[in-house]
């Protein structure tokens, strides 16, 4: 099974700052690798497919990038209803697998 | 609106059963590929299972933690998915999602989960 390993698991920002999140795989994933947003209590929301394909409706701060077994989603200027659990996710065969989370807080 | 609803969640005792749904409403049912996701309270995402569209004959893959105890299913005459849960265990505490595979690898359209709690 292909593992993703998220970091970090935790990031407390600011609004306006500049956020980074890393996913790296156990195994090559080309670029099928998905990233979402999850608030509490609601489902998660799909921001970017095919590693750095903006969903329709997602505000351009976000973006993906990478390829192979690393990834990054980065927000360009972090803004209050940023405020979330971050997962990615790989569409590279079965199982498909989540990372663990990034939960980016408020500093 | 296309939407996705999950029902049948509650409160199980473990070794039972309990079997879920989701109603699909807005889109072409029979055209998607369909799975549950389920998170544990505080815990990440886990996929489940799928089952795929009339095209690919409804075949179906599951998570280890699921094969051989989970059966998912759909009926493209009611707009609905369903995810039968047997011999249900503690750790099957959980949300569970049902959800749109949209190109069979990414999850754009989610229903808002239904809680499943394994307890006696």
């Known amino acids: 099974d292909i593992q993703l390993t998220q970091s970090p698991s935790f990031l407390s920002a600011s609004v306006g700052d500049r956020v980074t999140i890393t996913c790296r795989a156990s195994q090559g994933l080309s670029s099928y690798l998905a990233w979402y947003q999850q608030k509490p209590g609601k489902a998660p929301k799909l921001l970017i497919y095919a590693a750095s394909t903006l969903q329709s409706g997602v505000p351009s701060r976000f973006s993906g990038s990478g390829s192979g077994t690393e990834f990054t989603l980065t927000i360009s200027s972090l803004q209050p209803g940023d405020f979330a659990t971050y997962y990615c996710?790989?569409?590279?065969?079965?199982?498909?697998?989540f990372g663990g989370g990034t939960k980016v807080e408020i500093k | 609106e296309v939407q996705l609803v999950e029902s049948g969640g509650g409160l199980v005792q473990p070794g039972g059963s309990l079997r879920l749904s989701c109603a699909a409403s807005g889109l072409t049912f029979s055209d998607q590929h369909m799975d549950w996701i389920r998170q544990a309270p505080g815990k990440g995402l886990e996929w489940v299972g799928r089952?795929?569209?009339?095209?690919?004959?409804?075949?179906?893959e599951y998570a280890a933690s699921a094969k051989g105890r989970f059966t998912v299913s759909r009926d493209d005459s009611q707009n609905s998915l369903y995810l039968q849960m047997n011999s249900l265990k503690t750790e099957d505490t959980a949300v569970y999602y049902c959800?749109?595979?949209?190109?069979?690898?990414?999850?754009?359209?989610w229903g808002q989960g239904t809680l499943v709690t394994v307890s006696s």
């Open positions: 089952i795929r569209n009339q095209d690919y004959s409804h075949t179906t």
């Open positions: 959800a749109r595979a949209m190109n069979g690898r990414y999850f754009d359209l």
């Open positions: 996710q790989h569409l590279n065969g079965f199982p498909l697998t």
